[in-house]
């Protein structure tokens, strides 16, 4: 059996990798910044505290493996410096550190982040890369070295994942389910009949080990990832909400008024949503995974409503042990900010 390396292994994705991949492989190796809590993951998984922006400390810890992950990335909450050291230098680290120790495949998790703000919809792999925000420019980037290692003969299939969600996924979400919990109306930006394509994580797990897996002329490649058959936002949100017997409902909105005042609280930071957020969510934003589907073979199980009922009711047995985590990453409860204000008043409105 192979040897795995997951970079970014304490995170949301890399604790589902870890989890659903133990049996593949003798032994994964994580490496992040962030504290490991051994208890979440398997017996042959071990763990190295190292910043993928150390590449004297990647090339030592990657000996003897055979394969990588690098999930690794800074969020866009982060500053800009961060995110294009994470996302820019690190990626070069890992490819040049696996370059060195002879393994000749790694599998980045990129974004549809890379697309930008398009009007075409679904997209397709090979249409436009115009990045929003160091973010977005970070990953077009990273894409661009994955491309220079390709030609150096190693393989490096760049998986573009949508907004993946599920057991353990928290951030902006959190943020959802406590005020879903709470009976509160949800606003959403615009009239809720855009199709923003969502993913269950265990959907992209499948997808990653592919990659990992697939003989190297069909993985060598870039793909779109995400659920199919996405339906309009108010719908798969109206489904989600009778599943779990929450008595929120959707409220539309004029989505110009409520940008307006979102991007104030944002730029007073008084509010965690960030431009990317509500600067797309009124907005169809799903890609086709075609792609996918015929040269990996890769079939997503699970639909928008689905994600989101298994992320809520795992959050929902855990928000006692959640309230205690602390940073800026997807597996903690951001702080709500003036949005906390706004819930309440929301809950009130919902009752009359």
């Given at each position: 059996?192979?040897?795995?390396?997951?970079?970014?292994?304490?995170?949301?994705?890399?604790?589902?990798?870890?989890?659903?991949?133990?049996?593949?492989?003798?032994?994964?190796?994580?490496?992040?910044?962030?504290?490991?809590?051994?208890?979440?993951?398997?017996?042959?998984?071990?763990?190295?505290?190292?910043?993928?922006?150390?590449?004297?400390?990647?090339?030592?810890?990657?000996?003897?493996?055979?394969?990588?992950?690098?999930?690794?990335?800074?969020?866009?909450?982060?500053?800009?410096?961060?995110?294009?050291?994470?996302?820019?230098?690190?990626?070069?680290?890992?490819?040049?550190?696996?370059?060195?120790?002879?393994?000749?495949?790694?599998?980045?998790?990129?974004?549809?982040?890379?697309?930008?703000?398009?009007?075409?919809?679904p997209l397709y792999e090979n249409d436009p890369l115009i990045g929003v925000g160091p973010y977005g420019e970070t990953k077009i980037i990273a894409e661009k070295i994955c491309e220079e290692y390709r030609k150096k003969g190693m393989i490096v299939p760049v998986v573009r994942p949508k907004t993946f969600i599920g057991t353990y996924r928290l951030g902006v979400f959190q943020i959802l389910y406590d005020w879903v919990e709470s009976g509160a109306l949800i606003p959403v930006i615009g009239n809720g009949k855009n199709r923003y394509q969502l993913l269950e994580v265990e959907d992209l797990v499948d997808a990653i080990y592919l990659m990992l897996s697939k003989p190297?002329?069909?993985?060598?490649?870039?793909?779109?990832?995400?659920?199919?058959?996405?339906?309009?936002?108010?719908?798969?949100?109206?489904?989600?909400?009778?599943?779990?017997?929450?008595?929120?409902?959707?409220?539309?909105?004029?989505?110009?008024?409520?940008?307006?005042?979102?991007?104030?609280?944002?730029?007073?930071?008084?509010?965690?949503?960030?431009?990317?957020?509500?600067?797309?969510?009124?907005?169809?934003?799903?890609?086709?995974?075609?792609?996918?589907?015929?040269?990996?073979?890769?079939?997503?199980?699970?639909?928008?409503?689905?994600?989101?009922?298994?992320?809520?009711?795992?959050?929902?047995?855990?928000?006692?042990?959640?309230?205690?985590?602390?940073?800026?990453?997807?597996?903690?409860?951001?702080?709500?900010?003036?949005?906390?204000?706004?819930?309440?008043?929301?809950?009130?409105?919902?009752?009359?």
């Amino acid at each position: 059996m192979s040897k795995l390396v997951v970079t970014g292994g304490c995170g949301f994705l890399g604790l589902h990798i870890c989890n659903r991949l133990k049996d593949k492989y003798e032994k994964i190796l994580v490496i992040d910044i962030d504290e490991f809590n051994k208890d979440e993951y398997p017996q042959n998984v071990e763990y190295r505290k190292l910043d993928v922006r150390n590449f004297d400390g990647l090339k030592q810890a990657f000996s003897g493996y055979d394969l990588v992950v690098n999930a690794a990335a800074a969020l866009p909450l982060w500053s800009p410096k961060d995110i294009h050291t994470v996302n820019v230098d690190g990626m070069r680290n890992v490819l040049e550190a696996a370059k060195i120790n002879g393994i000749k495949r790694v599998v980045q998790v990129s974004s549809t982040a890379v697309y930008g703000v398009p009007e075409k919809h679904p997209l397709y792999e090979n249409d436009p890369l115009i990045g929003v925000g160091p973010y977005g420019e970070t990953k077009i980037i990273a894409e661009k070295i994955c491309e220079e290692y390709r030609k150096k003969g190693m393989i490096v299939p760049v998986v573009r994942p949508k907004t993946f969600i599920g057991t353990y996924r928290l951030g902006v979400f959190q943020i959802l389910y406590d005020w879903v919990e709470s009976g509160a109306l949800i606003p959403v930006i615009g009239n809720g009949k855009n199709r923003y394509q969502l993913l269950e994580v265990e959907d992209l797990v499948d997808a990653i080990y592919l990659m990992l897996s697939k003989p190297d002329d069909v993985v060598n490649d870039t793909f779109n990832v995400g659920a199919k058959n996405t339906k309009p936002i108010k719908e798969y949100l109206t489904e989600f909400f009778n599943r779990v017997g929450s008595k929120s409902k959707v409220m539309t909105t004029p989505a110009s008024v409520l940008i307006f005042f979102l991007e104030i609280f944002w730029t007073l930071r008084i509010s965690p949503l960030y431009k990317w957020v509500y600067g797309t969510a009124h907005k169809d934003s799903f890609v086709s995974i075609e792609k996918a589907e015929k040269k990996l073979g890769w079939q997503p199980k699970y639909t928008e409503a689905d994600a989101l009922v298994h992320s809520y009711e795992w959050y929902i047995k855990n928000k006692e042990e959640i309230k205690n985590a602390k940073g800026i990453t997807h597996r903690v409860a951001w702080k709500q900010g003036i949005l906390g204000f706004f819930k309440n008043f929301m809950i009130l409105l919902n009752k009359k």
